[in-house]
């Protein structure tokens, strides 16, 4: 079931890039990030680079995803990120 059903007052939109940095910046110490929202995140055209972001910080991140919208280059860029 999905949560956004009963959320109709909610704005629908995907996090960018630019916020995600300046969210990240707030917390200099994190070494362990949970990226996962409600709904697939791969349906966030910036969500690879925040992947990216977070790793070259040498964070580690957590994800829990249905991979039923990952394209096959980001299957690989998710390899590649290790």
Not at 21 to 43: A, D, M
Not at 53 to 70: G, R
């Amino acid at each position: 079931m999905c949560e956004h059903t009963y959320w109709k007052d909610q704005e629908e939109r995907h996090l960018s890039f630019e916020e995600f940095k300046y969210i990240l910046k707030q917390f200099p110490k994190i070494r362990w990030l949970h990226l996962t929202g409600e709904g697939s995140s791969f349906t966030n055209p910036d969500y690879i680079k925040m992947l990216e972001y977070a790793k070259s910080k040498d964070i580690c991140v957590y994800l829990v995803d249905s991979f039923d919208h990952i394209p096959e280059y980001a299957m690989e860029k998710l390899i590649d990120i290790g």
